[in-house]
């Protein structure tokens, strides 16, 4: 079979491979379209994060916006360079030069940069054609922009007060629930201030998350983390639960860390709905709920773990410093496995 540059990189290999066995191809891989067109623009590319828009993959280009500094984009004739531009010009976001390389080592061969996106929404491109995002440097005076990390202190998000994950609980529930790729679906049950669902759009580049909360001044507050962090791939849901688990995406990662005297109930659903090889994790401080869960999730074959969780922060004194303890929290999480009888 012949197929143009390399098969394995969002071409035909991998598909054969898995049809007909890795014992049965062999492959002989010439350079990739990304490789040819960073290589006409003089430009680095193993810094460079890639993405296919091609034919039936995803639309989702929320990678864009996760603070990374270069791109190699495969579009096709719907999702080109203009329908790209577009979307970026959505999300206001303003900050890149792009670079159009239309039927490249052809006599209509065009390579064209763009400083202005506006002017690329407006255009039509030859096909193939493949795009080049770089960031521009910021300005002296520009805004920094806001960059995020997991364990964020408190005070960068906007919560009501003591309803947030805090810092230090965040950074071990964002461990437990083991992000492996960049494309999970992931619930964030009980958001309050949506402070693990930020932190996690940052490992979940290619992915969704959607947030549930219940209160509607929570919501308003998500929605101002959102903006301020510039996260595209939140939804936020404000429903009651378990109710809203009925129209959301199946997910492959859970989180619970509020749900009140529906805890149990709540669970017990998500653990429903959530995908074979799926991890939830739950946060609680009452003991009732602790032990609810755990047998919950023990009598949904889940083999749960549970840590307490027990920190103490520096706090100043007139002359030193002294230790001030936060509540104790349980974290408690499992991984949902075929049963020997599926």
Known sequence: MLASGDPLFFGI????????????????????????????????????????????????????????????????????PAWIAQKIIEKEESGFSMCVLERMETDEEKITWYDD???????????PNIVILKRKPLSPNSANIKQIHIGMEDHNFFYEKGLITKSEIRSIVLSKLNFVTD??????LGAGSGSVSIEASSTLTNGMIYAVEKNKNRVSLI????SKFNVPNIKVINAQLPKALEKIPLPDRIFIGGGGKNLGKITE??????????????????????????????????????????????????????FEALNSVWIIYGKKELSKNE
Not at 117 to 127: G, I, P, Q, R
Not at 223 to 226: A, P
Not at 272 to 284: D, H, P, Q
Not at 287 to 315: C, D, Y
């Open 117 to 127: 996106l506006s002017k690329v929404a407006e255009k039509k491109f030859l096909h």
């Open 269 to 322: 659903q998500a653990i429903n709905k959530l995908a074979i090889n799926g991890i939830i994790v739950i946060n609680t401080v009452l003991i009732q709920s602790l032990e609810s869960v755990f047998s919950i999730m023990e009598n949904k074959g889940l083999n749960p773990h549970a840590i307490s969780v027990q920190i103490s922060k520096s706090k100043s004194m007139p002359h030193g410093n002294r």
């Open 223 to 226: 929605n101002k983390n959102i």
């Open 183 to 188: 494309n999970h679906i992931f619930w964030d």
């Open 13 to 80: 290999g991998t598909y054969l491979v898995k049809k007909i066995g890795k014992e049965n191809v062999q492959i002989f891989p010439n350079i990739s379209s990304i490789a040819k067109a960073f290589s006409k623009i003089n430009e680095s590319w193993h810094d460079a994060h890639l993405i296919s828009l091609h034919g039936k993959r995803s639309n989702n280009i929320s990678a864009v916006f996760s603070g990374k500094e270069k791109f190699g984009i495969l579009t096709d004739k719907k999702k080109d």
